[in-house]
Every structure is written in C-alpha cells, then in structure tokens.
C-alpha cells in the first residue's frame, strides 16, 4: 500500500460483495448532521418521488427494539413528504431527530405510504377501509414487525391517515385468529384527524380547495359528515379504544388555501371526546402540524414529549419482564465468553473539540455513511476499513476514544477494544474477539440471539483460541446475524497485539449478513502496512498530519492554560506557544511537561526546566529516572509501584496496589494516589476509574529497555516477586476453606481488594517467572495444600471455567520449565503437577455442577475424585462430607464413556459440536450428546454408511454409503438424497456445496439447498513422469479434502498420493517418502489421508498400510518429518495443532501435528480403531472399534496457545506419557440390582450369569452366591425381608434362594426354594410385603408361587396384545395387595387368592393416551403409605431415562374410588426429572436434567421448589445403558458401573433449594 499520499480509497468497482448490502430494500436513511445510519446525502443528490415510497418501509431499527412507531399520512401526503419540513432530508424527523432522542433509543420506526393523491390521473376505486385493511397487512407481514414478537405498535396518524389507523385496528381486535398482534397495538397519536367528518360538506370543499383538484375519490366520499364509513369507524372504534391510549392533537390556525385561509379540521372533529383521551393544541395549521423547523420547535417538543410519555406507560406494563430476561441473557453470555465490562476503562475523553478534524474528512465520512437510499433508490459502495496511523505519542488512542463517542452520538452501534501490550489481558487477538462479541451482543438483540444460539447448542471454544473463537462465534454466528444495522468496531493500537498477523486473513475473508466498518490505529510499521495490502482495495489508508496534531495539541493547551505558574494572561499565552513549539507534535510529551510545570512556581525555575526537558521521549525518561534516583527516599515504593504497572496482567485499582504493596514490601501507604503523583507521577498515573497504568507504552518500553537505570524492570524477576505476593495472599487466612458443611453459610460475602487480582493472575506471574528458583514453589505447595478449594470457589463465583484451566495451563507450564532447569523430585514438585492434572479433570468431568453449586468443591465432588489425586488427598477427607466407597477409582481415567452396540457394527463416525454421530452397518446413525452420551436422535440412511461429515455450523450432516448420499438436518429431518454411481470415501462442506470423492476418483458437487449436481470432475491417476497421461485408471483407497476445498489428495493400493487444485483442476504433484535403502522414493501401501484444518498450518498427513506416519507440504510435496505409528484412521484437533492415530490393536496415540512429537499413548487392547474424531472444543476424542465406541479425554489435549506453548523440541525430552493396560480386562458387567429392605446388603446379577452379595455401606462384594446357566445374563432381580432372593435370566428362567448370615455377616445359600421356566422372557419379580409369596411376570403370563413350600398358587395367562403398558405393584402394610397397572386402569388382586380380584375389581388411573403406546412402558412404580401417593415412572423402550412422571393421591379407602388423576401440583417437577429413583421416607428422589441426586417431600410438596443433595457423575447415570440403582435399606444410593457397586454416603445431608420455573 503506497503512502505516497495520505489517503486512498478504493473504487466501486473494486468491492467485494457483502451479503446483505443490497438486501436492505426497506431501510430509509438520515443525513449528515443528525445522522443515524445510512446514506449521507449531497445537496445535489436528486430525490425522483419527494412523497416517499407506498408501503410500509422501515426507517430506523433500534439495536434493542421494544417498541414500533408506524407513522401514516393523510390526503395528497406521502410517507416521506408528510413528515419533513420542505426538501431538506434533515428534516424528516420521524427518522433524523427521534433515534437520537435518548427516550427513544428502543424504539423501531416505520412509515407507511399508500396512494392518496388526488393529483394522480388514473381512476381510483379505493376507500379508507381498502388503506386500514393494505396497512394491517403490511403490519403482519413485515419481518422487522414480526421479529419484535410481542412488541408494542403506537400508531401516529395524520388527517385522513388517523381514520386510515383506526380502521387498521378496528379490523385487527375484529380478526379472531390474530388477536395476538391487535394486542400488541397500544397507543394511537392522531395529528388533526376529521374523526366525524365535515361539517355540511365545508370540510370537503376546504380539503378539495386546499389541493386544488376537484375530481371525486371514494376516499374523500367517506370523510362527508354522517358518511355511513365514518360513522362505521367511529362506532366500530369505540367499543375497542377502551385498551387503547389516545393521544389527539388539534390545529390552531389557519391553512393559507391560496386565496383564502381556513381551519381544514376543527377542534370538535379532531377531539374523540373520550374520557381516557388526552387532548392537546399544537399552535400550527393542518399542513405543519406534522413537520416542524428543528428539534428546538415548541410543536415538535410538544409531540415528542407526549410519544416518550406514551412509552413510559408502556413500559411499565411490559418491558420490565424483558429487561430481566436481558440482564439474565448478558450474565449467561458474560459466562461464556468470559467478559463481563465493556471496556471503558481504556476510553480516552478527548478535550472538547480536538478531533473534530477527522469528523469532516471526506473519506471518514464516506467510510462511517452508507447504504441504501430510499428516496433515490442508490447504493454507494464504500471501504470497510479505515486505518489511521501515527508515531508513538502521537494522540492515536485519544484519537480512537473520540471516533467511539462520535459513531456512539449518532445512536450507531459502536463495539471498541484497546491493546496494550503491556496489559497481559489486552494483548492477543482472542481478548479482541471476544470482546467485540459481547459488545455487540449487549448492544444488539438479534447478535446476542445468535450467541445464544451457540450457547443453547452447546457450542464450546478454547477461550485462548482465536481461531476457534473466530469460526464459532463469528463465522457460524455473529456474522450471519440479520440485523441491518451497520455495525462499526473501533480497534485501537494493533501493533501491541502480539499476534495481529492472524487478524488478517479473518478479515480477508469477512462476509457478513449486515454492513460492517472497521476503524483501527497503530504506529507507522513497514509489517502492519503490508497486512493492510492483504485487503486491497477495501481499505482507506491515513495518517495524523502534524496539522491536525498541533491544532488538537493546542486546544488541549487552552484546557490547561490556568494551570500554568504564571499570572499574566498574555505570559500564559506565550508560554503555551513554546511548548507547542518544542512538542514536535507529540501529546505525551506535552502532558508530561504540564505535569512538571504545575509545580514550579519560580519564573527562573520555569525557563530552566523548559530548556532542560529533552524533546525526545527517550531523553525525557533518562532525565525522569535520573531525578527520581537522586531524590528519592522512599525508592523501594517507587519500584514496586513500577513493579506492579509494568507486570500485572490488568491495571490495579488503587485499593488492589495498596494492599499488593503491603503484602510486596511490607509498605502501609497512606495515599496511594499522591504517592504515585509523588514519587513516580511522570511514569505512572491514576485514570479517571481508579486504575494505576502507565503513562504510556514507551515508558514501559523504556523501564524494559533501559537495563542501566536502578529502576529497570527485569521481567522473569518482577513477576517472581508478583506472584509470590499473590500467594502470600491466597495462603492467608481469608483464603481458609470451610471445616465442615454448617460454616458454609456464615463466611464472609466481602473479600478484600486483592482479592480477585490475586486469584485470577497469580499463575500467569508464576508462568512468567524466572523457574528456577525455590521460593515460588515452596508457596505454591502451601497455597495447594490448605486453601486452594476457596480459591476454586472464587473462580467458580465469577460464572466461568476459564481461569480453572488457564491455571492448569500455567502450572503444567510451570513445572515443564522447572523440569529443564532441576530434577522434577520433592512433594513440591508432585503437589503442583497434581494439580495441574486435577485443575483440567475438575473442568472436564464436574465443570457443570461447579458452576451450579460452588461450595461442591468443598465436600460434595472432592470424594468423587480419583484416591490418588491431589484434591481427594488433601480435601476429600472430612467425616462432614459425601463418602463414596465401592468402585475402583485410583487415577483419572481418560475414557469417559463407553457405548457398546449390540446388534449392528459401527462404520463411521463424526463430530460437530456437543455431538456426535456414529453410522452403523444395519444404516442406522445415532447423534449423541457429548456431554451425557446419551443418544439424542436416530436416522435411517437405509444402507451400510461409508462416510459421516458435519458442516461448519454443524447443524447439518452429510452421510454416504455404497449407493446414496443424504443431507441431514440435526434436529432429525432429511433435507436431501442423490444416487451415487460409485462408492464415497470422502466427504466435505464449503458454504454452498457439499463435496465428495468417489472411488471413481470422481468429484462431485452438490448444492447444500436442494441437492443439484453443480459440478463432476474425473481425476485420472498420475505419477510422477507420467507427462502423457498414461497411466492406467486406478481406484483409491483413500481421499482428503483440505481447507476450504483447494486441495485433493487421492491415495492407492502400492502408488503414489496424487494432489490436485481443485479451484483449476491442476495436478500439483505426488507425495512419496524414501525407501528404506535411501535410493529412490515410494509413495506404497497407503492406508489413511488427512489434511490439517488449520489453513495456517498446510500440512498433509499420510498412513501407510506398514506402520509409517508422514507430514507432507502438499504444494511443494515435501516430505517434513515421518515415524513410525501403526496409523490405522486419524483425526486432528480443530486449531490443527494435535494428531491423533488410531492403531489396529486399539492403542490412541497423540502427536503434535507439525513435528510428529508423540505428546501421550493410550493402550486400550480390545478393538481396532476403525475411526477417529475430536469434539469441537478439541478437548474430546471419540473413537469406533468395531461394536463399541470410546470417548477419552487425556489432559494432554490441554494446550497453550502457539505463542506461549514451550517448544516442541524442549518437550521431546520428555518421554510420552503412556496410560492404560497392556492386556485385554474383560469386565463382568452387573446386569441387575436390589437391595434387601432391611438389612445392609444388596444383591447384585452379573452378566455372566452369577449372583453375588455386596455390603451396601462399603460397595465391596461380601459372597458369591449361586448361578444361572453359564454367560446368560441376569435381567431382573428382587429380595424380600425373609432373606429370600429371586432372579431371572435372559433365557427366562428363574431361581429363588434362601439365605442366611453367618455371625461373621458372610451370606451364603441355605436352601432353593424354586427353579422354574415359563419359557418366556421375564418382566418382573415381586415379592409380597411379608415374603409369603413371589409374583412371576412374564410376557404373556402371571404366576404366584409360595416361597415356603416353593408350590405354585395360582397363573394366568393373556394375549400380549391385551395389554399395551403395565407393572405390578405390591401394596404396603399388613393388608398387601397386589396391584397391576394395566393401560388406563388399576387392578386389584388378592395374594393368597390369586387372581381373585379384590373388590372393586378395578377402578380407573387417568393420564394423557400419548403414553398408552408399545413404545412405553411403566419403569416403576411405587406406593408411599405415610403420604398416600402413587408414582409412575414411564419411559420409552431402550431408554431409561424418565418420560413420563405422574405422581396419584391414592385413595386410604379404594373401594371408593372413582378413578384417579395425576397431581398438578407435580406436574413442573416431571420436567425436572431425568432418572426417578424411589422414595426415602416420604421424600420422592430423583436425578435431575443437571445429573443431582434431589427430592421433594411427599407430604408437602407445593409444585413450586425441590432439593438438590448431591451431584451425580454422568459415567455413573448415562452412556447406552442407562442407570442402574437402588436405595438401600439405610437410605443411601447405589450404582452399578462396570462391574463394580458405587455406593454413595451421607449425601442427603446436603440440601440446595431449587426454585421450579
């Protein structure tokens, strides 16, 4: 980009296209000097229809739109003309005043324009009822309208164009089907409206006089006094304007009709006269009643007055409700991205009139103004980006602050960000982007639906990943946001970004659905202007002119003139000058000089010192530093305060910087801000918020720089002394966790000021700190071993996860860096790097329950951790906390979830975001839900599925088998199906086409909308000297799509990779690797192909079928690096920095992409790896093997970012870590599970067909009991009080035993009291309340045997289709009866004579039909005798989450019962409950959607609240088998998991009270 001159747009024909440009067909837009947004009209702009367009067109939307003004004309007006005083466009007040009056700032405004000209020539037929009837229409259907949902209409009419809106809505309350939107019309303005007409036809002729045109209109036909439509209307009216607020405006004076003058409407006509009506004079005609003079005219003050009243009624009935639901929405989004202010802290007030330059700079105002221009229909295409750049000091920063009010003045929609590059927090790109996310979220409805969106999909991002926050939020969210509203970002001092290179090609490749305008600043570097030239013409290129400077120099003078240590005007005069003179155009200089004269009161003194400050920045810091040495008592304050403005991550407030002093040095300041003035005032100084900063970059520049001076600064040093600090804080005993649960409430709210500082920063300064040294480690290890669960707690506080894994990052870091220096031995080391381990899982695995409840941290998760982690070790120990027994949990385990398949293999498999979705062999696909593993939804795709790929937004997939290829929607509809004529291996997305490889070597592209074939190229296999193209035809094994489809890479059996471009169809060339001798290459035996997503990072991967894992350059082809790695199927992380293999004995190995590094190995001997993926947060990886599939999360994928990351040659040093076992462990599953209702014990079936007996207050397997045949597994399972346990095997066989217990408390088998087969599958087992008796459900048959002598008492049998949903149910109490729930009715049968039914034989059990289906069954169900209730669990087959919870007062007495009906009063809580459990003294218990153990009480239960206990982890309850779990006869929780029994203690202590929404 040349700067040659200072200044170059680009021209029109030079624009890259931006969707949504030219879409905005009904925008009307202001001028320049009460500009809003839109097009800045020239005087010599020609307006072709000065009336308006006819319709209803939008003139301004609010960013936060909760009401809508339609403004509609009366005869011979026009949407535009009626409204505007003459032909100035800034006088059309509807849209250049009202948008910049703050009572309007929510506020959407429209007009309306329909044909009332009685000028026209052509015949017209239409009446005011045909323009009341085209104007509610146009209402309804116009999408700004529509998008507003239930937003309030205040209609503002004038003349004939209030009756035209009274009939509008008179037709709106008499449409039944849309009351709805008659409801959202709130409020009527009427502006001289002749409401009966006129008076004896004078009215009539006053109009017909007053335009001049004789001829007859309908329209004017219904405005004659007693009219039958305007007597219709008014009648009409009234029976609905009682819902109505009325606002009528009459005229005072007389309309000039050329050669006379007359009142066109009358005070009588123009006044309702209904009691609610307010009524008002405007001292004006008819014709400027509605247009006025300026913003200062009485008449227009009056209006806009009584609109902002009418709002502020409004408001009071409806926008309170919405205020919170956006308050709720912004701490949702401040989670999320993790910002939670603007930032205006960093915001630079300009003195009042500098800048202003800019403000009138024709390229400035061609890049602000813009778009579509109604009036002339024209469309001005001007530069997105506007770069202005300067030397250091130079006022760019000010100047940024000053383009922010002035976009802000004119109600635009303004996001901004400040670098600093000596703010840790304002130093990288991701801080930027997320930043102006939430900015323009909270600025904008429709963006912040879109983050909502993201959020409500579960869309996760690495918070230090630009690339990533730029593809989620931005690309597949911020961006396709269909606002209309320009939206303008503010970037101030790039260049100390410290990776702004990557900002480029995002903007390179901007295109958003809404205009958008970048504003930035830096310094004049040759690097940044070469980013620029990236963008080419779309860029206006300028710089501060040292005109501009020394006249914003000079104004910010005379703002400072008085204080000056003269006294005489004309001596301030000229002493300004000399500095102006001397400052060389830079502002820091002059403010520092100010700052030195202020406290010089000699005259001498004065002149000396001006001619000793050196002009040059550096010299002037040399002479402050030189002062400071000499003069200074108090030093060691003065290099602590420079200390902490130089390393801490975020300016300190002065609060924060007193108390790190104290803490630092031992210093107890008294006033912090005059001793910064005092002792380093030229260095540092406190803004206008409290924050201590430095005065400038280069100051900071110059400490760092400067290694002469006693007061440099050594980075590794000072942040060694900040971060002990900050531990020394965290070590204190304001940081003490809680000694039990009952302290959790009495701690107090307040921490003091260093408080968060210290808890959000400390590892970053530990991270920057010189590694070596002890100290920092000794401090550490105290701070983890006592109070780190309250710094956990702080975090969680603050609604994100992201400081618990920015700290682990740092930590692991650390520790890596300590490593290089020291042998990684001692208690300190183990301590952190535990942690480190620790701090990633607690996210991973609880980080939801965290957030809901963070006082968990305390007693609740610590005991569900790993024994051999830091956090179970020295926090999971207290008598008062959740004890957890049973179950092998040594380590961290790093699979997370198994699914296994039962019936079908699985063959492909592909991740987007917070799901998942596996293709089987039977054509199945199943989408699972990352977080649960539960299976979301199933799709048929009808045939063995090939190939699985999501698009970027992911809410589409593609899926490809031998003979079809079929796009998805997520939510479970089939969008489109084409045949293939070969086999796909590969398929992939770009914005408009799916794209897939064929084992043809075809490549196909299909439109992503309707399936069309766009394009079908044939790619002939090539070798490398095949320059005549004869090479035979070969079928390839496998394909890759790179990036943005630029490249194919084709792999074969025992051939080369072959590369092509895609954009051209050219052949780039072949991939090949030495051949083991070192003479020649070969490219043979290619397994896999997979190219690196990150376009940063062009690299090809490449598996061959002998072992070897090689990285390519694909477009020169060269070979980077090669190993050997059994790559079987590969996946990359989604910033492309890690690879992961999968090998043919089932081990997952992670490797860093660019260098093969193998980061970690996981052995896992039970499959091949058939396919890999990773989740969209690249924290995940899910594999296939086969008929199972694995989801692992090793803490390895835990990266920092490129810039911070140490070295990947550093870490080769270290070996891999290597997990799992070296031999298959196969696991006996347990299959079924019950409790004995009295005794501690429970009894447990296991897959292989055993019965065992378990303590159910340690979890540990006590006795194996007996046996079912050998590998048939144990379905149901049921004990009684009598020691009696019977069971039931899948091939339907039952066996019941007697126990007994040893005076050891071993059980063992006394006798067998039956072993029977109906020869049917078994559905239930119960046993009568005093074990008399045992009940044998089976699919077509009942049968009741006698547990003591082991005789059958009584069966029947029923055709299975009799019954659609059913469940026997054993009544409480001496009387037992046997109840069987039948379809929509309750069965009552006798034990002892079974099946007698009890009298009445039955009596009805009402609820919706919806679950009288064969795809539901009753799961459980349960009889509480203390609170007479009935719960039914109904679920769908296969899953055994809860559909359906009714909760039924049984009746004391059934013989009187007429039927039941559900509970309403429960009827909330059902749609809290994922897994319902039983019942625990009369408290109904359950797993809520958030996987807590809670419950309500059965007694008292009032539909409005339940209690969470205890979080429950989702391994325990999810994946596709379910829940398995009992209560045990103590009132604990007992879990089945992989062949082991968790049982959970001391958890009911617990209690959160949950509010029911």
């Known amino acids: 980009m040349s700067r040659d001159s200072k200044v170059r747009s680009r021209p029109d024909t030079a624009i890259t296209n931006t969707p ?62 009626t409204w505007r005083k003459g032909s100035d466009p800034k006088q059309f007040w509807p849209q250049d005043w009202l948008p910049l009056e703050p009572a309007f700032r929510n506020v959407s405004i429209h007009t ?68 709805d939107f008659a409801q959202r019309i709130r409020c009527t303005f009427f502006l001289a409206t002749p409401h009966r007409g006129s008076d004896s036809a004078k009215l009539l002729n006053n109009i017909l006089r007053a335009s001049g045109v004789l001829s007859g209109r309908q329209y004017i036909t219904d405005l004659e006094k007693n009219s039958a439509s305007t007597q219709t209307i008014n009648d009409e009216f009234r029976n609905f304007a009682d819902e109505l607020m009325l606002y009528s405006f009459y005229e005072t004076t007389k309309t000039n009709l050329g050669v006379s003058s007359a009142m066109i409407v009358e005070r009588d ?203 989620k939020l931005f690309i ?110 830079c502002f820091l200089w002059v403010r520092l000089v100010l700052q030195v004269l202020e406290n010089i009161y000699d005259e001498t003194t004065i002149e000396t010192v001006l001619e000793e400050i050196p002009e040059e920045m550096t010299e002037f810091y040399d002479r402050t530093v030189k002062l400071m040495s000499k003069t200074l008592r108090e030093k060691d304050i003065a290099k602590a305060i420079l200390r902490w403005s130089v390393v801490c991550t975020r300016p300190l407030k002065t609060p924060e910087l007193e108390q790190a002093l104290h803490l630092d040095i031992g210093a107890n300041v008294r006033s912090i801000e005059k001793s910064i003035e005092g002792l380093c005032g030229q260095l540092v100084f406190v803004d206008k918020n409290k924050s201590v900063q430095m005065v400038h970059p280069t100051a900071r520049d110059y400490l760092l720089r400067n290694q002469l001076s006693e007061f440099r600064i050594d980075l590794g040093a000072e942040h060694e002394k900040a971060a002990i600090t900050c531990l020394k804080f965290l070590c204190s005993d304001e940081m003490k966790p809680p000694r039990n649960r009952r302290l959790l409430s009495t701690r107090p709210a307040e921490h003091s000021a260093l408080c968060d500082y210290a808890c959000t920063s400390f590892s970053e300064h530990i991270f920057a700190a010189h590694s070596e040294k002890n100290d920092i480690l000794v401090l550490l290890e105290r701070f983890l071993k006592t109070n780190v669960l309250t710094w956990i707690e702080h975090i969680l506080r603050k609604g994100s996860l992201y400081y618990l894994t920015r700290t682990a990052k740092n930590l692991k870091a650390y520790v890596e860096g300590r490593a290089k220096h020291l042998p990684p031995l001692g208690s300190e080391f183990r301590t952190v790097e535990g942690w480190a381990t620790d701090l990633i899982r607690l996210v991973a695995k609880f980080g939801a329950p965290l957030l809901t409840d963070p006082t968990s941290i305390y007693f609740l998760i610590p005991p569900l951790c790993p024994t051999d982690s830091a956090i179970y070790r020295y926090s999971a120990k207290s008598p008062d906390g959740l004890i957890l027994t049973g179950i092998t949990n040594i380590i961290w385990e790093d699979c997370i979830s198994c699914i296994d398949f039962d019936t079908s293999r699985a063959t492909a498999l592909a991740c987007g975001e917070n ?88 490549v196909t592209l299909w439109d992503v909308v309707d399936g069309a074939v766009k394009s079908d190229h044939f790619y002939r296999y090539r070798a490398p000297d095949d320059v005549d193209f004869n090479a035979p035809h070969r079928a390839p094994l496998a394909a890759a799509f790179s ?78 690096t090669v190993v050997d790695a059994n790559a079987f199927s590969l ?52 594999d296939i093997r086969d008929s199972r599939s694995k989801v692992w999360e090793p803490p390895v994928l835990v990266r920092k970012t490129v810039e911070e990351d140490v070295s990947v040659s550093d870490a080769a040093a270290t070996p891999a870590i290597t997990v799992g076992l070296d031999y298959f462990n196969e696991i006996l599953n ?98 009568s309340q005093e074990g008399q008796h045992l009940l044998v459900s089976a699919a077509s048959s009942a049968a009741v045997w006698s547990t003591r002598t082991g005789d059958l008492v009584w069966s029947s049998e029923f055709v299975p289709g009799e019954r659609t949903v059913w469940k026997w149910l054993s009544t409480p109490g001496p009387e037992s009866e046997l109840l069987l729930i039948v379809d929509n009715k309750i069965e009552r049968h006798s034990w002892s004579s079974f099946p007698t039914a009890t009298s009445p034989l039955s009596f009805l059990l009402s609820y919706e039909e919806t679950l009288k289906s064969y795809q539901i069954e009753i799961q459980n169900v349960f009889l509480d005798a203390n609170s007479q209730h009935l719960i039914v669990d109904f679920r769908k087959y296969g899953n055994n989450a809860t559909t359906k919870l009714l909760v039924f007062d049984y009746p004391s007495s059934p013989a009187s019962s007429n039927g039941l009906q559900p509970n309403a009063d429960y009827f909330p809580l059902g749609e809290n409950v994922k897994y319902f459990f039983g019942v625990i003294r009369s408290r109904l218990a359950f797993i809520d959607k958030d996987s807590w153990l809670s419950s309500v009480d059965l007694v008292s239960h009032s539909g409005k609240e339940y209690i969470r206990h205890f979080y429950v982890p989702h391994e325990v309850v999810n994946g596709n088998t379910g829940v398995l779990s009992v209560l045990t006869a103590a009132g604990d929780i007992a879990f089945a998991r992989e062949g082991e029994v968790a049982v959970m203690r001391n958890g009911m202590k617990f209690h959160a009270v949950i509010e029911i929404t």
């Not at 837009?29 to 072709?48: C, E, N, Q, T, Y």
């Not at 044909?115 to 009446?127: Q, R």
């Not at 309208?145 to 008179?170: D, F, Q």
């Not at 992670?1150 to 190995?1161: G, S």
């Open 20 to 81: 949504g440009l030219g879409d905005v067909n009904d925008v009307a837009l202001p001028g320049r000097r009460f500009h809003v947004w839109g097009l800045r009209r020239r005087a010599s702009d020609a307006i072709d229809d000065v009336r308006g367009p006819l319709g209803l067109h939008l003139l301004h939307l609010a960013a936060e739109p909760l009401v809508d003004f339609i403004f509609v004309h009366g005869l011979r007006g026009g949407s535009i003309k």
């Open 112 to 179: 309306f324009g329909y044909n009332a000209d009685w000028g026209d020539t052509k015949d017209s037929f239409l009446n005011v009822h045909d323009f009341g009837r085209t104007l509610l229409a146009e209402m309804k259907i116009s999408p700004h309208i529509r998008s507003g949902g239930r937003n309030p209409i205040v209609l503002i009419g004038h003349s004939m164009g209030g009756l035209v809106i009274k009939k509008a809505y008179i037709l709106a309350r008499q449409d039944l089907a849309n009351q």
């Open 269 to 471: 006509s123009a006044v309702l006269g209904y009691k609610h009506e307010q009524v008002q004079y405007l001292n004006a005609n008819h014709r400027d009643i509605c247009k006025y003079e300026s913003p200062l005219d009485p008449n227009y003050i009056t209006v806009k007055n009584a609109l902002a009243t009418a709002i502020d009624e409004i408001s009071r009935v409806g926008h309170a409700s919405k205020g919170e639901n956006s308050r709720s929405q912004t701490k949702v989004l401040q989670a999320y991205l993790d910002v939670y202010e603007k930032p205006d802290d960093d915001l630079d007030v300009a003195v009042k009139g500098s800048c202003e330059w800019i403000d009138v700079k024709e390229d400035f105002e061609e890049w602000r103004d813009a778009f579509r221009d109604p009036l002339s229909g024209k469309v001005v295409h001007n530069s997105r980006y506007y770069w202005i750049s300067a030397k250091p000091a130079n006022g760019k920063s000010v100047l940024a602050g000053h383009v922010i009010t002035h976009l802000q003045q004119l109600e635009l929609d303004c996001s901004y960000y400040f670098f600093h590059h000596g703010n840790k927090s304002y130093q990288k790109l991701n801080g930027l982007l997320r930043s102006l996310a939430y900015q323009m979220a909270i600025s904008n409805a429709i963006v912040r639906q879109k983050l909502l969106e993201l959020v409500d999909d579960g869309v996760q991002f690495d918070k230090d990943d630009e690339r990533a926050i730029w593809r």
């Open 476 to 585: 597949n969210g911020i961006l396709k946001a269909e606002t209309h509203r320009p939206q303008y970002w503010v970037i101030d001092a790039l260049d100390e970004c410290i990776n702004y290179p990557v900002l480029f090609p995002f903007l390179t490749k901007l295109e958003s659905a809404f205009p958008l305008r970048v504003f930035i600043t830096s310094r004049i570097q040759p690097d940044i202007e070469k980013q620029f030239v990236r963008l080419g013409h779309d860029v206006i290129a300028a710089e501060i002119s040292p005109l501009d400077n020394s006249k914003d120099i000079e104004l910010y003078l005379k703002s400072r003139i008085d204080d000056l240590p003269v006294d005489s005007s004309a001596e301030r005069q000229e002493l300004a000058k000399r500095i102006l003179s001397k400052s060389g155009g």
């Open 915 to 1002: 799901v998942f979705a596996i293709g089987m062999r039977s054509g199945t696909i199943t989408l699972y839900n990352q977080t649960t593993f539960q299976a979301e939804r199933t799709f048929q795709h009808l045939e063995p599925v090939k190939v699985l790929k999501f698009d970027n937004s992911c809410k589409r997939f593609a899926s490809a088998g031998w003979k079809m290829i079929k796009l998805w929607d997520r939510t479970g509809s089939q969008i489109w199906s084409q045949c293939l004529a070969s086999p796909c291996i590969a398929v992939a997305f770009d914005t408009k086409h799916v794209a897939g490889v064929s084992k043809a070597s075809h």
């Open 1043 to 1120: 990036n943005n489809l630029e490249i194919l890479a084709l792999g074969y059996r025992s051939q080369y990779v072959c590369l092509w471009d895609l954009g051209n169809q050219d052949f780039i060339g072949c991939c090949s690797r030495p051949a083991e001798d070192g003479s020649g290459t070969v490219g043979l035996c290619v397994g896999t192909v997979h190219f690196n997503p990150n376009p940063d990072m062009n690299l090809l991967a490449v598996g061959y079928q002998d072992g070897e894992l090689a990285i390519f350059e694909p477009w020169s082809r060269e070979l980077v």
């Open 1131 to 1182: 996946a990359s992380s989604p910033d492309g920095r890690t690879l992961a293999v999968g090998d043919s004995c089932g081990t997952v190995q992670i490797w860093d992409f660019e260098t093969l590094t193998l980061l970690y190995r996981i052995k896992s001997f039970d499959f091949e790896v058939k396919g890999l993926a990773f989740s969209g947060d690249g924290l995940r990886l899910v």
């Open 1230 to 1327: 347990i299959t079924a599970l019950a409790a004995h209702p009295n005794l501690p014990v429970l009894f447990a079936g296991k897959s292989n067909g055993c019965v065992a007996a378990y303590d159910s207050m340690t979890g540990k397997e006590t006795a194996l009991l007996y046996s079912h045949p050998k590998d048939v597994f144990i379905t149901t399972i049921a004990s009684c009080k009598n020691n009696i346990v019977a069971t039931a095997d899948a091939g339907g066989t039952v066996q019941v035993w007697e126990l007994e217990k040893s005076t050891k408390g071993c059980w063992s088998t006394r006798s067998q009291i039956l072993a029977t087969s109906p020869k049917q599958s078994i559905k239930q087992l119960v046993f």
